[in-house]
């Protein structure tokens, strides 16, 4: 064959002769290593003797930062060029001008970057604009591990200032409270495990979820449409699981159960062939596929998934997006005739999908279904979790060929360039396994049990005189959520200062009119709120009081110290009833439920003591029986209980957050998440967070189920005590600032002046409405919620 090109360029043609005839030299030589070696040089040598044309930036003014060479990485095609960054942009200019003679990317828009691995290598960057798209705005793979880091700490350094920074594990906060879809959640995972839209060899993975492609309807509310997210694609048949384990027994070492995977650059291919023809052609050296191998049906590729010998291929991001089109032959292709006749063409749908737009929708529910969501971090663990290496990944039958993992192979070790080049496509070609992101169980998603709100909001229903229980206690749930919204219009309305020394405890009468306050100073405070005036004044002992509480019916109050002691106070007779003398140090803090006394002390000991009725007569002294006694290695500074009295968080001197079940009084979980005391930890309403605070300046979120620390949080000064609703937190600092925290944003939303020394207390009443603080500087303030 002749062909015959015309450049639009005159007066270059000797050029492209030239690197013509050098690219031919290269295409002939014997060895795959002698080619890449040859291309390599020309490559090296024509970039040398270019630079970056400064005359391409936005501004006169622009201060040039860096400047290197680099390749812009699309599916398989990487285009040779210059990086520069300036202090408001970055650039990438390709020697070839194409597919523009600059591509120019503002540092103001980045919202996320990423390292990648590319060719196995640390070399990759990748920069997005948007926060949740699947595709970036650039990815570059340099020459030099330094480069792209420098590039990296250059960009990220900017970001810090404008954009939080994002890890798994916050991703995974804001995905459990619901704010993130499983869609969203699984393009961040992807994300953050290497997986780029640009990188065929690791492109995103999603899961095949509906397992039903018979049915004339698709019955999301039956777990038997659902795949088993709990076991990988190869584990799904049980008989053919059972074949692959008979050959994975008599294997020798290094044993595999699958000789395929479950994401390769063939399969991306195979479904994304209607869409992108030219890249099946050049991995297939200018050929489809066999028409029958094609990607013809949906029913058909999820059966032979099932029962293939060697298929276990799970899916795309596409599955669950907007865009039809990977479903369509928009392209007019010849694909081929398969063997019953008929030519390829657009892919067959379930009988439950009328349109390729109804199938992608049926596929977007099912994601986001319930039982998607009370399931996802299974499948979770098995791709990007605990379950992919080791002995829980042979336990859950998910086992793959040892070069697809991280570190299967050190191609710097291999002499031969040769056997190195064959070795690193054999890789590329054959799949990747996901970076590992999670090395303990996934946390669960919560999801919402869905309350019968038609009763409530109907509109024809008659009015009732009274509210059902129902709908007010929605109402108060809605004036709980209002309230936490505009945390940050917080109002101070009052402020006393009633304390020789830095206030330690506050409690509050059920009408919130007398507030009872302990003190370093040794003394329990009573002070009315209508009158403005204190009203008692009670002493124990003459060492400081920790903490205190008011019982229920507000007769008695308790106070802890550093006495060792416990102190009952009855109200209404105004003297000391009782003393529980119950620890061998300092007693620093209690809890009461259900006529249960829970207490923490510097003896390393959490307590627990029944015997202290909500009504304390004052005639006779009560006997305390101790029903449990919760041992920690060092002191114990802080402790609070879940709405339920069924857990115990415990925070102590050496920075450890531990979580109790006081049912059984065993550990759940030990968290060193601190460095310095833990000055404060609590559950969130639901119980499925804990929040700590420690003298580092640090708020640590950790998952009560699985003890994951999954949100980190700082701040430049000790966090002293807080409140918090599972979403914000109202936080009093060491310089006696108020902080409103955004957990999910991941940032600081309002600072609010408060006391002149540090907030050492806080409290809030029911409705969210009302807030008293303490501090170093002997205050309490109060504050009201103005909106």
Known sequence: MEYVFELDVSGKVE???????????????DKLGDQTAMITAILQSRLARTSFDKNRFQSVSEKLHMECKAEMVTPLVTNPGHVCITDTNLYFQPLNGYPKPVVQITLQDVRRIYKRRHGLMPLGLEVFCTEDDLCSDIYLKFYEPQDRDDLYFYIATYLEHHVAERTAESYTLQWQ???????????????????????????????????DYCSAELDLSNPGTFRDLSRPVGALNKERLERLLARYQEMPEPKFMYGSHYSSPGYVLFYLVRIAPEYMLCLQNGRFDNADRMFNSIGETWKNCLDGATDFKELIPEFYGDDVSFLVNNLKLDLGKRQGGQMVDDVELPPWARSPEDFLQKSKDALESNYVSEHLHEWIDLIFGYKQKGSDAVGAHNVFHPLTYEGGVDLNSIEDPDEKVAMLTQI???????????????PRRITPKFKNFSQTYSHNAPMADSPGEESFEDLT??????????????????QYKIHKEAVTGIAVSCNGSSVFTTSQDSTLKMFSKESKMLQRSISFSNMALSSCLLLPGDATVISSSWDNNIYFYSIAFARRQDTLMGHDDAVSKICWHDNRLYSASWDSTVKVWSGVPAEMTCTRRQRFDMLAELEHDVSVDTISLNAASTLLVSGTKEGTVNIWDLTTATMLHQIPCHSGTVCDAAFSPDSRHVLSTGEDGCLNVIDVQTGMLISSMTSDEPQRCFIWDGNSVL????????????????????????????VTCIWMN???????????DRQIMFWKLQY
Do not use: M
């Not at 690219?23 to 002939?28: E, I, N, Q």
């Not at 590329?428 to 996934?442: A, R, W």
């Not at 749930?477 to 009052?494: F, G, M, R, V, Y």
């Open 15 to 29: 050029d492209v002769v030239e690197t013509l005839l050098q690219l031919h030299r290269a295409s002939c030589l």
């Open 428 to 442: 590329l070609e054959f799949g990747q396994t996901p970076k590992q992101l999670f090395v303990t169980p996934h």
């Open 177 to 211: 409270r619901g704010h993130l879809s499983n869609y969203q959640y699984l393009l961040h995972l992807n994300n953050l495990a290497d997986r780029s839209c640009n990188d065929l060899s690791q492109y995103p993975v999603f899961p095949w979820i509906i397992s």
């Open 766 to 776: 029911e409705q969210c409405s009302s807030i008293i603080t303490g501090g170093e």
């Open 477 to 494: 749930e809605e004036s709980k959520t209002l309230a936490w919204n505009n945390i940050a219009k917080l109002q101070l309305h009052d």
């Open 731 to 758: 936080s009093g600092s060491q310089s006696g600032e108020l902080l409103v925290w955004d957990l999910l944003g991941g940032k600081i939303s309002e600072r609010i002046q408060g006391h002149t020394g540090a």
